[in-house]
């Protein structure tokens, strides 16, 4: 079965949402799936670029027999609401041209790992052009981990 897992955290990533959806797709691909992955560039848990992942560029790779398609993304030094809202969004806009040219692969299922929702417009136009099942997969819900952090909130209030 082609699988499309499709998500901004991704190994190498060592805790969280990247470290889950390597482990998945690297047993995904171990159990003879033909896995791909569009990702971001690593940067969690430190809100820091990993070193060599500098630039505007997009990158291919294989980690644990996954093709992995690396976008760009604005990752804020000092996150806050408004600039963790821009880091969602940067995701979802640089990774949809990367998101699309797998309509010529047409996969069979695309897992969504959220965050982040901006990325479900996307998601849903793909699985409608290749008749994939879409999965959303919802590990850390944006909104809610915003206004836990109290980032959300205004001074004051």
Not at 46 to 55: N, R, V, Y
Not at 134 to 154: C, I, N, P, T, W
Request: glycine fraction near 8%; charged fraction near 15%.
């Amino acid at each position: 079965m082609k699988i499309l897992l499709y998500g901004i955290n991704y190994s190498p990533e060592l805790t969280g949402i990247g470290k889950y959806s390597g482990e998945m797709g690297a047993w995904l691909a171990a159990h003879g799936h033909d896995v791909r992955a569009v990702t971001a560039f690593p940067y969690y848990p430190e809100w820091k670029l990993a070193p060599g992942a500098k630039g505007p560029f997009y990158r291919r790779e294989s980690l644990a027999g996954v093709s992995v398609t690396r976008c760009p993304l604005y990752v804020p030094a000092r996150p806050n609401a408004w600039r963790r809202i821009v880091h969602l969004l940067s995701f979802a806009m640089s990774s949809f041209p990367a998101l699309l040219l797998q309509w010529r692969w047409r996969p069979d299922v695309l897992v969504l790992v959220a965050p982040t929702l901006f990325c479900v417009p996307g998601a849903w136009l793909l699985s409608r052009l290749t008749d994939a099942r879409l999965v959303l997969h919802v590990q850390d819900y944006e909104v809610d981990a915003m206004f836990g952090l109290k980032m959300g909130q205004s001074k004051g209030v």
